[in-house]
């Protein structure tokens, strides 16, 4: 198979799990919002943003080592598998106790602790199943990462709707998460059999010592990105409360749906430019780099301007009128998906072409300003504040690496890859603006959709020659 048949197979596979296992978190949390009102809603929020700021202690980067060694050489996997398997076990240990001892000092009450004890194991079992799931990344053989995505979420789903819809509350939903969780991690187990990689625990401490040195940098980007996606709701919980929490994260888990979509992208090229790099063939990392790129504007403008026209039905839809206030939050954090589609694909392209530093320094820039404006914005306006913040260090963190790309040598056509998917998602937008109020959102969405891409179609925005490319 080609290397374009490839990828186009693995984007489609990892995007069919992730679409469905997104729909499926998705209707869980409007479930709580609409059984539990807002402030449960924000409960939630609160125990897994605390628990997951804790997150950065699970890997320090030693899954880029291993991922980019068997992405160049399969048989780096049964060299180093033993060994990686045993140190990140270790790591999602300490990630587990270490927000159940935090949370003890915060002043928090006791039923909100123990929702986070749970969190935390929920979030154990999930971290330490990408043991097994990085090699699938690796391999570039996504089915199994598909398999192990959608039955996981089935679980979680069906135990889930059941425990709300009979009024067990939040403490007998976090349980199903760490029974669904925990599922994932043995059925991960099961099928690396099929790439005849055994599971194993081998501790070599001049090997792991190894693992740490190489990555600590790109560890250091994910610990700044961990604090940066976590820190608003946190700060919000503690400064106004869980109910402005709750109406923060209506706004913030709809957006993390639509976030999916660069890691889609970016979980399927990251071992395929990892390759080119190591093959030292520029012309073609660069090539791949562009069409991520592309992929990401042609998905995330229109993605922006759509949302930003019809958010107070989306609200109103999945919501209903307690939620509300979510409605202008949703319109400024949509900004923030344009610029992170952008970053992200740039900042990955870093670490494929061993530069995790690049990323680590924009990273940090960014997290920092990202903390500044929190503590100067939520006391003054609350929920909107945090949305601002959120929007403005997601343009920097765009701008900076994007800039670096440049940079390093790497040219990118961004004004002509934008200007045209930009003319159509506005007629688009002009369309949804004259329709939301006559229309279901259910119609007005496939309406709108239809029309981006026709003018895109018109204007040529995209070629033949791309569409058959992924046939």
């Known amino acids: 198979m080609s290397l374009k048949k490839t990828i186009v197979k693995n984007i489609s596979l990892v995007a069919f799990s992730e679409v469905l296992s997104s729909i499926l978190s998705y209707v869980l949390i409007v479930l709580v919002a609409r059984l539990l009102g807002p402030e449960e809603l924000g409960i939630y929020s609160f125990t897994f943003a605390f628990a997951g700021i804790f997150t950065f202690l699970y890997d320090f980067g030693i899954s880029y080592f291993y991922i980019t060694k068997v992405s160049q050489d399969r048989a780096n996997a049964r060299k180093y598998f033993g060994q990686y398997a045993s140190l990140k076990l270790v790591f999602c240990i300490l990630t587990m106790i270490a927000p159940m001892v935090a949370i003890l000092f915060t ?38 990462e598909a398999g192990v995505r959608i ?6 789903f069906g135990l889930g709707v059941t425990v709300l819809l009979q009024g067990h509350g939040l403490f007998a939903f976090l349980v199903v998460l760490v029974l669904s969780n925990f599922f994932s991690v043995v059925l991960s187990i099961y099928f690396l059999r099929k790439l005849a990689v055994p599971f194993s625990l081998v501790v070599n401490v001049p090997t792991w010592k190894m693992m740490v040195r190489t990555s600590w940098p790109l560890w250091l980007s994910t610990v700044f990105l961990t604090v940066y996606f976590q820190v608003d709701t946190v700060m919000i919980s503690f400064i106004q409360g869980h109910e402005a929490t709750g109406i923060y994260n209506a706004a913030y888990k709809l957006i993390n749906v639509f976030s999916k979509i660069p890691w889609i992208i970016i979980l399927v090229l990251f071992p395929v430019m990892a390759e080119a790099h190591a093959k030292m063939s520029k012309e073609l990392l660069r090539g791949i780099l562009e069409k991520g790129i592309q992929i990401m504007v042609l998905v995330g403008i229109p993605l ?13 839809l999945v919501y209903g009128t307690g939620f509300s206030g979510a409605v202008l939050v949703l319109q400024i954090l949509v900004w923030a998906t344009a610029f992170l589609f952008l970053g992200n694909m740039a900042g990955w392209f870093f670490n494929s072409i061993g530069k995790p530093k690049v990323f680590t320094w924009v990273t940090g820039v960014c997290l920092s300003l990202n903390l500044a404006l929190n503590l100067v914005l939520i006391p003054k306006f609350s929920y909107l504040g945090a949305a601002v913040a959120t929007v403005s260090t997601a343009f920097l963190n765009c701008v900076l690496l994007l800039w670096a790309i440049k940079k390093e040598g790497y040219s990118l056509t961004l004004f002509h890859l934008s200007v045209k998917p930009l003319f159509a998602s506005l007629v688009m937008g ?3 603006i004259a329709l939301r109020d006559v229309l279901h959102v259910f119609l007005l969405v496939p309406i709108a959709m239809t029309v981006y891409v026709a003018v895109l179609i018109m204007v040529k925005g995209i070629r033949r020659e791309d569409i058959e490319g992924m046939a």
Request: aromatic content about 16%.
């Open 430 to 432: 002009v369309v949804a």
């Open 304 to 316: 922006v301007v759509g949302i930003t026209a019809i958010a107070g039905n989306v609200i109103s």
């Open 151 to 156: 039955m996981e979420r089935i679980i979680a």
């Open 107 to 144: 002043g928090q009450e006791k039923g909100v602790m123990l929702l986070v004890f749970l969190a935390a194991v929920s979030l154990f079992f999930q971290n330490y199943s990408y043991v097994a799931r990085n090699t699938y990344y690796a391999y570039q053989q996504m089915k199994y």
